[in-house]
T-cell receptor, first 116, second 114 residues
Framework: EAGVAQSPRYKIIEKRQSVAFWCNPI?????LYWYQQILGQGPKLLIQ????????DSQLPKDRFSAERLKGVDSTLKIQPAKLEDSAVYLC??????????????FGPGTRLTVL | AQSVTQLDSQVPVFEEAPVELRCNYS??????LFWYVQYPNQGLQLLLK??????LVKGINGFEAEFNKSQTSFHLRKPSVHISDTAEYFC????????????FGKGTSLLVTP
C-alpha cells in the first residue's frame, strides 16, 4: 500500500516570497491533516480536512497561510508571503474517517522549508 | 485543552541497555495517549496508543508504555535497545471530547551507541 506522498521534499525561498506544498493521502483516507514542525518542537496541527471540508483550522495563520482540498483527495498548503519564522518541516497526514479521530494517522515524509 | 511535557530532550544509552522515555500530560478531561517515532528524514510512525482498558500497552518494535492516571504519566520503555532505535520519540495526547487534534510534546532524541 502506497503511503502519504508529499512534494517537494525541500524548498528554499526568500522572505516575502510564496510557496506551495502538495500532499497526496493514502487512497480511501477521508481525513487529511497538515502539521507544522519547527526544529526542536513537536508537530503542531495547522488544518484538518474531512473530505473537502475544513474540520479545524483554528491554528492556521490565515493572513498568510491557505489550504485547499478541492476534490477531497489531494491537498495543497500555501504560504504567501513567507516569513523567517515559517522555516519548518510541513507534515501531511491522513487517516480513515470516523471514530472521533482515533483512527491512526499516517504521516508523509514532510517538506522542509527554509526561509532566508 | 491538553498538553504534554517530555521531560528529557536527549537520552543517550548503550546498545542492549533498557531505556525509559518520560511523558507527563495535563488535561481537565479524560484523554487518549500516543507515542510516535520519527526516524531521520521520515514522517512520524505510531508506536503505540492508550485508549482504554489495560494500562500497560504494548507496541511495535518491543516498546511498551504504562498509563498512570494518578501521576498523569505515560512513560515509554524498552528492556533492550538496538542501534536501529536511534530516533526522535514524540508523546501526544488527545482529549476524549476535543475533536480530532493531537497535541504533541517537544520530543525526546534517543541515541543508542555500541
Amino acid at each position: 500500500e502506497a503511503g502519504v506522498a508529499q512534494s517537494p521534499r525541500y524548498k528554499i525561498i526568500e522572505k516575502r516570497q510564496s510557496v506551495a506544498f502538495w500532499c497526496n493521502p493514502i487512497s480511501g483516507h477521508a481525513t487529511l491533516y497538515w502539521y507544522q514542525q519547527i526544529l526542536g518542537q513537536g508537530p503542531k496541527l495547522l488544518i484538518q480536512f474531512q473530505n473537502n471540508g475544513v474540520v479545524d483550522d483554528s491554528q492556521l495563520p490565515k493572513d498568510r497561510f491557505s489550504a485547499e482540498r478541492l476534490k477531497g483527495v489531494d491537498s495543497t498548503l500555501k504560504i504567501q508571503p513567507a516569513k523567517l519564522e515559517d522555516s519548518a518541516v510541513y507534515l501531511c497526514a491522513s487517516s480513515l474517517a470516523g471514530t472521533g479521530g482515533l483512527n491512526e494517522q499516517f504521516f508523509g515524509p514532510g517538506t522542509r522549508l527554509t526561509v532566508l | 485543552a491538553q498538553s504534554v511535557t517530555q521531560l528529557d530532550s536527549q537520552v543517550p544509552v548503550f546498545e542492549e541497555a533498557p531505556v525509559e522515555l518520560r511523558c507527563n500530560y495535563s488535561s481537565s478531561v479524560s484523554v487518549y495517549l500516543f507515542w510516535y517515532v520519527q526516524y531521520p528524514n521520515q514522517g512520524l510512525q505510531l508506536l503505540l496508543k492508550y485508549l482504554s482498558g489495560s494500562t500497560l500497552v504494548k507496541g511495535i518494535n518491543g516498546f511498551e508504555a504504562e498509563f498512570n492516571k494518578s501521576q498523569t504519566s505515560f512513560h515509554l520503555r524498552k528492556p533492550s535497545v538496538h542501534i536501529s532505535d536511534t530516533a526522535e520519540y514524540f508523546c501526544a495526547v488527545k482529549g476524549r471530547n476535543s475533536g480530532y487534534a493531537l497535541n504533541f510534546g517537544k520530543g525526546t532524541s534517543l541515541l543508542v551507541t555500541p
